[in-house]
C-alpha cells in the first residue's frame, strides 16, 4: 500500500483526480442546490440513497448565477481505481494536511481509520471521494453527504456552510448557534412543529452579498431519544427508523413542517441559545464577541480548511447582525411562540 | 519585565478579531479560542501591536490602575498560551486613544480560554503517533 506525506500529498491528490476522471464513471445522481448543480458518480448504496433524500433541492432561478461541480465517489474494484494510500508521516495535522493542498489550489480531508481521502480541485470544480470499499466512510456521512465538496465549492466563491440553526416566519429569520448541547436542534424543531419555517439545522449556507442569507441545503434533523419524547415525535414519526451513529433519531424538515422549505431566509440577528432552566423563554442582548464564540468554533473545525477564511467570514457576519442570547424555557409552543414575537416585533 | 517590553504575534496561525472593541483571537492550528474582557481587549491589541508593556502601567482600567504585577502576570498567560512572543524590535509608542479606552473599560485584565472541540476531535480526529503505540494512535477526546 503506497505511504503519502507532506511532501507528496499535492502529486497524491492530483493524481487521484486525474485516475478518477479516467475511468468515466457514470453519474447517477445530480442534485440542484443554490448556484450550483452538483453531479455525483456513485454507485449503488447507502451514500447513493442518502444523496437522494438529505438534500433540499433548490427551485430554477435564472436571476442566480449557477455553476457545475463534479465529485466521484469511487473505491477499488471500479476499473482504473486505487487502493486508498496510507498516511506515512510521523505526525498528521488536519490543518497542516489543508495547508500544504492549499499551497497548490487544492482542498482535501483524510480520515484515518478508513483510509477514506476527499480531494477537491475548485478551479476545474472536480473531485475525488476515494474508500477502501463501497461503504468505508465515517458514519456521518450519511447526513449530509459530500459537506467537505460543498464547503470548499462555496467558501471558494465567498459563501460559507455554517453550523447553525434556523427559524423563521415570512422570509425573516434567526440563525441560531452554539455548541451541541445547547439546545439548537431542540428548537429549531420545536419551532417548526409549531408553523415557524426553516432552512436547516445542522447546516446551512449562508451569504453575506446583500445583508446576511441563509440558504437551506441538507434536510436532516436530529433529535436525541429524550428530545424525541419531549417534543412528541415519537407519536407523529414513530420509532421503526434506526437510530444514527450518535444514537439520534434522524428525520426530515418536511416531516414536521407546515410549509415546503423557503428558498431563503433574511437573517435579522444571531441568537445563542441555552438551556435556561425557567418556565418561560426570554431573549436579551448578548456582547458580539460571546456571539462570535458560539458562533465560529464549531463552523470552522467542524470542516476541513478555509480555517482563517471562516473566522474572517463568521467575524463579518457577526458584525453585521445584532446578537441575543435565548434563554430556553420548557414549553415547545412557548419557545415558538417567543421566536415569532420576536421576529414580528424585535426584542420584547 | 524589561525596561523595555516589546512583544509580538506568536505566528501567523494567531488571528483575533474586534468586536466593539472586544477581541476574539484563533489559533488556527489548534483551534483554541480565546476570549477577553473589556480591559484585557485593549491591553491584547496594544501589545500584539508591539506597544511597548511598561508604557500600559499606571494607567487607568477595569475600575483600578494598571500594575506591573496585574500587567506580568497577564503577558505571562498570553505567552504561556502561545499568542504572543517576546519581540526585539523597536517598542511602539502608547495609541494616543488608548488611555481614554482603558479608562471606559469595567472589567479587570483577563482572557478565557474557550476548547469546545472535544466532541468535534472526535468527529475529525487530529491523529499523531506516539511511538509506544505505532501508527495510528487517535488522540482521545479529554
Redesign the interface.
Known sequence: MPRVTLETLPDYARYLVAATEATHYPATRTVRLPRLELTAHVGPGALAEALGHAFVEAEDDEAEPSAECRVFTVHPGIDGIPEPAR?GD??????GFAERLAETGLRGHY???LDFWQVYDPQRRVGVQLMATADAF?P?EPTAPLRAFLHWEYAARGMRLTHAGTLGADGKGVLLAG??GAGKSGTVTAGLLNGLDSVGDDYVLIDLAAGVTARPLFSTLKQDPQGFERLGLRQRLGTERPLNWQGKHTFHIADIAARPVPAALDIVALVVPHIGGGETSSIMPV????A??AL???G???M?GE??SG??FF?DL??LLPSYRLSLGTHPEEIAGTIADFLTRGVP | MRDCDAYAVASKDIVFESFDGEAVVLNLANGKYFGFSDSGSRVWQALSSGVDAQALIGLAAGGSTIGAPELGHFISQLLELGLLVRSEAAAQPLPGELPAELAATSEPLTVSIHDDLADLIIVDPIHEVEEPLGWPAVKQAS
Open positions: 498516511w510521523a505526525h498528521f495535522t488536519e490543518y480520515f484515518h481509520d465515517p456521518w455548541a451541541g456582547s458580539r464577541r460571546d462570535m464564540i465560529a468554533p464549531s470552522i473545525m467542524q476541513p480555517r482563517e473566522f474572517r467575524g457577526t458584525r
